[in-house]
Nanobody, 124 residues
Framework: QVQLVESGGGLVQAGDSLRLSCAASGRTFTATTMGWFRQAPGKEREFVSAITWSSGRTYYPDSVKGRFTVSKDNAKNTVYLQMNSLKPEDTAVYYC?????????????????WGQGTQVTVSS
């Protein structure tokens, strides 16, 4: 089992920045990729970013590319999501997830462990 705890959410204004953290514990060596997803009320869970533990390869959808940056600290088993130039449409609950899938994946169904989520609200 892998336990994930997110932190860093909050209420900000459009154009501001936030950094989310995801601390992993337990059998973290079983996870190959860490992902960030978000879910707004009435919408499906959306992929935001992913990073592989070994090589640090990253991937972003067009909706956040150039504004969000995912990074990792292997020594701390922690993954970060730096969010800049936030927009009201970024408002959602943000989830950290861990995947044991062999390669980087953006599909929620291929993530095995999930955190409890942290709320990000961006006011206009």
């Amino acid at each position: 089992q892998v336990q994930l705890v997110e932190s860093g959410g909050g209420l900000v204004q459009a154009g501001d920045s936030l950094r989310l953290s995801c601390a992993a514990s337990g059998r973290t060596f079983t996870a190959t990729t860490m992902g960030w997803f978000r879910q707004a009320p009435g919408k499906e869970r959306e992929f935001v970013s992913a990073i592989t533990w070994s090589s640090g390869r990253t991937y972003y959808p067009d909706s956040v590319k150039g504004r969000f940056t995912v990074s990792k600290d292997n020594a701390k088993n922690t993954v970060y999501l730096q969010m800049n130039s936030l927009k009201p449409e970024d408002t959602a609950v943000y989830y950290c997830a861990a995947s044991r899938y062999g390669i980087l994946t953006i599909r929620p169904g291929q993530y095995d462990y999930w955190g409890q989520g942290t709320q990000v609200t961006v006011s206009s």
